[in-house]
């Protein structure tokens, strides 16, 4: 099992930045792939950022994230990152820490979650 918490989350004026945090314990964290998606009201849950476990510097995101959020991760401290510049009214949504990614017919999903913590961009 792998347990996550998210930190960082806010209300934030366009094109402002904000950093967001997981903390991960349990089980090995360097093993695993980890990602954020991220949830708007009356919207499905949709992916935004993964990177590979600790062997592979391999990232990606969501053409509409692209350019404007990085997503890193410190295994040493059990910690990944998603920093979001260029923030928008349309990335309002809550945003949720990821681990143990994987594609399916539908698009990304995980085996673990964190609770998320909302993101407001105001215009």
């Known amino acids: 099992q792998v347990q996550l918490v998210e930190s960082g989350g806010g209300l934030v004026q366009t094109g402002g930045s904000l950093r967001l945090s997981c903390a991960a314990s349990g089980r090995t964290f360097s093993w695993y792939s980890m990602g954020w998606f991220r949830q708007a009201p009356g919207k499905e849950r949709e992916f935004v950022a993964r990177?590979?476990?600790?062997?592979?510097?391999?990232?990606y995101y969501a053409d509409t994230v692209k350019g404007r959020f990085t997503i890193s991760r410190d295994n040493a401290k059990n910690t990944v990152y998603l920093q979001m510049n260029s923030l928008k009214p349309e990335d309002t949504a809550v945003y949720y820490c990821a681990a143990d990614l994987k594609m399916t017919s539908s698009g990304y999903n995980a085996n673990y979650w964190g609770q998320g913590t909302q993101v407001t961009v105001s215009s």
């Open positions: 990177i590979n476990w600790s062997g592979s510097t391999y990232t």
